[in-house]
């Protein structure tokens, strides 16, 4: 029987429930940063096996009746990390990377939106300093502290760590909110300066989690 832990390859192609509806699953596309979900789509065998083959989310057009790349107009593909099937092999979890909106409405979500915020808008955050750093806008904080070098973000992380610190004892609940959104935030800046994110800070608390439980 096939670990259903472990992400879809092509060879898995034949196990699924493709009978079930006329040859098409159902896609759930989650952003595998933030957690959130951006689309649903359609899936036949030759468009799973395109997706696995190119890493691009691709699809079956019930519209247009042909492979639908998502992207292939707008630019704005799903770069994919990993499939799964539920327990009844007639549904997928497509856990992929966006590049720009993924409605074509010009929304993250095609789901209500932008999306509520909660802790998985980190991940946006940390998109959003990379954009930052990548563009150098004169005009941006961001991009100027990151071009200060690591000493100065550094020190902001040092300088906001005490602010929350003191916060704590002086201030209301709502005041240690904006310390923390503070700190959060040059925190984020300076994983970007270091090359990690959020994501392997997580994989640590679950490894530590996991090794007490």
């Given at each position: 029987m096939r670990d259903r832990n472990a992400p879809l390859t092509p060879a898995d192609l034949g196990t699924l429930a493709w009978d079930k509806m006329d040859g098409l699953l159902p896609a759930v596309v989650q952003?595998?940063?933030?957690?959130?979900?951006?689309?649903?789509?359609?899936?036949?065998?030759?468009?799973?096996?395109?997706t696995l083959e190119t890493g691009l989310a691709t699809f079956w057009s019930r519209s247009k009746q042909r492979l639908w790349q998502k992207g292939e107009t707008s630019g704005n593909h799903l770069r994919v990390a990993a499939i799964h099937e539920d327990c009844d092999a007639d549904a997928l979890l497509v856990l992929a990377d966006p590049k720009?909106?993924?409605?074509?409405?010009?929304?993250?979500?095609?789901?209500?939106g932008e999306g509520p915020a909660g802790p998985g808008w980190l991940a946006d955050l940390a998109r959003i300093v990379?954009?930052?750093?990548?563009?150098?806008?004169?005009?941006?904080?961001?991009?100027?502290?990151?071009?200060?070098?690591?000493?100065?973000?550094?020190?902001?992380?040092?300088?906001?760590?005490?602010?929350?610190?003191?916060?704590?004892?002086?201030?209301?609940?709502?005041?240690?909110?904006?310390?923390?959104?503070?700190?959060?935030y040059h925190l984020t800046v300076l994983m970007q300066a270091k090359g990690f994110g959020w994501a392997e800070v997580i994989e640590v608390l679950r490894?530590?989690?996991?090794?007490?439980?």
């Open positions: 952003d595998r940063a933030s957690g959130r979900l951006l689309m649903l789509g359609y899936m036949n065998r030759d468009a799973l096996a395109a720009g909106p993924t409605c074509h409405l010009g929304t993250t979500s095609c789901f209500g990379a954009d930052r750093a990548e563009t150098g806008e004169e005009t941006s904080y961001t991009a100027r502290l990151l071009a200060e070098g690591l000493p100065r973000i550094a020190q902001k992380v040092g300088e906001e760590g005490v602010e929350i610190a003191l916060a704590a004892v002086t201030r209301d609940a709502a005041g240690c909110a904006e310390e923390t959104a503070d700190l959060l490894r530590r989690h996991s090794s007490k439980s």
